[in-house]
């Protein structure tokens, strides 16, 4: 069984897709919490609430939000923590996470993105700039074709995106690298011929000794940056390379 399941909200999980979106705020502050409810009932969504980073990450997986709202500062794990945590998991690496804080230096905001939120939120915040970014993300969220997210195992590539992941970390990719990637995750466990490469990914309709030692060393690369998951990338002697269900011993 695979498990690197899509994140999917309850909604879209139900089939109920005009349902009230769902907000999952995590944040101790009483005075925040009611403002942000307030906030953003009164634009037609459903809003949890959880009160520390352990039961955020509870709630997530109980109530599956289409968006988190997630302090900075929390008692017990910290929302640079449940962020981590969350893109970690397969399951919840593309759930669109808002971190908020008090803290308005770069430095903190970049870490914040840096172990993945979408998005940074000063306190004090404006409501109409909260209410707008909220929406924005569901937008960019909803938007994303499941066509455009190709699979394997626990990779995962985002054409819209440019971006590769295993089990939710992110791996940085040469552009040959990523397209020669995109062949073997599209040839659905075929097996992709080094002519068939060459031509796809170089552009040329030939092959000689030198085009196969490039798509070989290509390959060593591209195994050692997936690794453990690049052991799914399977050598077929004198014809090329498959991208199989489970990894090479």
């Not at 005009?18 to 502050?29: C, P, W, Y």
């Not at 990450?57 to 302090?71: F, G, H, S, T």
């Not at 209410?131 to 993300?137: L, P, Y």
């Not at 690369?221 to 090479?248: A, F, M, Q």
């Amino acid at each position: 069984m695979e498990q690197n399941a899509p994140y999917l909200p309850l909604g879209m999980l139900t089939g109920k897709i005009n349902m009230a979106q769902k907000i999952l705020v995590v944040e101790d502050m009483e005075s925040v919490v009611e403002t942000m409810r307030a906030l953003l009932e009164q634009e037609g969504f459903q809003v949890v609430v959880a009160r520390n980073g352990l039961e955020g990450l509870q709630a997530v997986n109980k109530e599956r939000p289409d968006l988190l709202l997630l302090d900075l500062i929390l008692p017990g794990l910290d929302g640079l923590e449940v962020c981590r945590r969350l893109r970690r998991n397969p399951e919840t690496a593309q759930l669109p996470i808002l971190m908020l804080s008090g803290k308005a230096e770069e430095t903190d905001k970049v870490v914040g993105l840096e172990v993945g939120a979408d998005d940074y939120i000063t306190k004090p915040f404006s409501p109409k700039e909260l209410i707008a970014r909220v929406k924005s993300h569901l937008r960019r969220f909803q938007s994303a074709s499941p066509s455009n997210l190709l699979r394997a195992g626990g990779i995962e590539m985002d054409l819209d995106r440019f971006t590769v992941t295993i089990r939710g970390d992110p791996v940085s990719l040469t552009a040959k690298e990523f397209q020669l990637l995109k062949a073997l995750l599209e040839a659905e466990g075929r097996v992709a011929s080094r002519e068939f490469l060459f031509e796809t990914v170089w552009g040329h309709d030939r092959r000689t000794e030198v085009d196969s030692r490039t798509i070989d060393v290509h390959i060593r690369s591209l195994r050692n940056k997936l690794s453990p998951e690049g052991r799914r990338i399977h050598t077929v002697r004198n014809v090329g390379y498959r991208l199989g269900t489970v990894p090479d011993e």
